[in-house]
């Protein structure tokens, strides 16, 4: 028997995915309800969980923070996103912290959720079709924007690390004996790459990606 928690304020959406689950899906049991991360924390000092449905919005701390603690705290625990709350933002936060499925309630029902429980108990990531295309268009963005590191130039690549090291344009300039207007020419040229805009930025995914070392 799969042990289940719904979280989500909203108790007309928690009795129905209890109600369908009970009707028809005999090897899911909903262990209990939430309608708070408060409630869920305290719930689970009680009760003997396998996976948490779990939505985005909730009143007093937001579905990010609380998959976030679930796996700081509770590793064991599976987590499947069900929420109407599906922008490419929310989405990326969820796969970085490692939630293990993904459905919008716009377009999932009580069946899709019990295949999604079950594919996830066996090891398999779920996520809706909206969500997956959503992944998709997201994997595909991060490729091409990596891709364009390999087309930086060594100028490129040493400004970035006299960038990295706090000096000005003028700075750079002088280190590499070369006029402010070619720095920022320089400059510019990153920044479209990695359509950015901002020194921070370019500097903080220089560091990400490998491109340069914190030293």
């Known amino acids: 028997m799969i042990k289940v928690l719904i979280v989500d304020d909203q108790e007309f959406f928690r009795m129905g995915v209890r109600t369908g689950i009970e ?43 609380i998959a976030r603690r679930l796996k700081t705290e509770r590793p064991d625990l599976n987590i499947l ?35 999604a429980i079950r594919s996830i108990m066996q090891g398999v990531y779920y996520f809706g079709k909206d969500i997956s295309g959503i992944i998709y268009n997201l994997y595909v963005s991060i490729k091409k924007t990596t891709e364009v590191t390999a087309e930086f130039t060594d100028q490129e690549k040493r400004i970035i690390e006299l960038c990295r090291d706090g000096l000005s ?47």
């Open 23 to 65: 009707h028809r899906h005999p090897d899911i049991c909903v262990v209990g309800e939430a309608q708070s991360g408060t409630e869920l924390f305290l719930l689970l000092q009680t009760v003997a969980v396998d996976l948490v449905l779990l939505d985005i919005r909730l009143p007093d701390m937001s579905g990010v923070d």
């Open 81 to 115: 996103v069900l929420s109407s709350e599906d922008s490419v933002t929310v989405i990326k936060q969820m796969l970085d912290i490692g939630i293990e499925g993904f459905i919008s309630k716009r377009h999932g029902g009580v069946d899709e959720y019990a295949d």
């Open 169 to 215: 344009g003028k700075g750079i300039a002088d280190r590499l004996y070369i006029s402010l207007r070619t720095v920022n020419n320089h400059k510019n040229n990153i920044f479209r790459k990695l359509g950015i805009n901002s020194t921070a930025e370019m500097v903080h995914y220089a560091l990400k990606h490998g491109i340069i070392r914190l030293e």
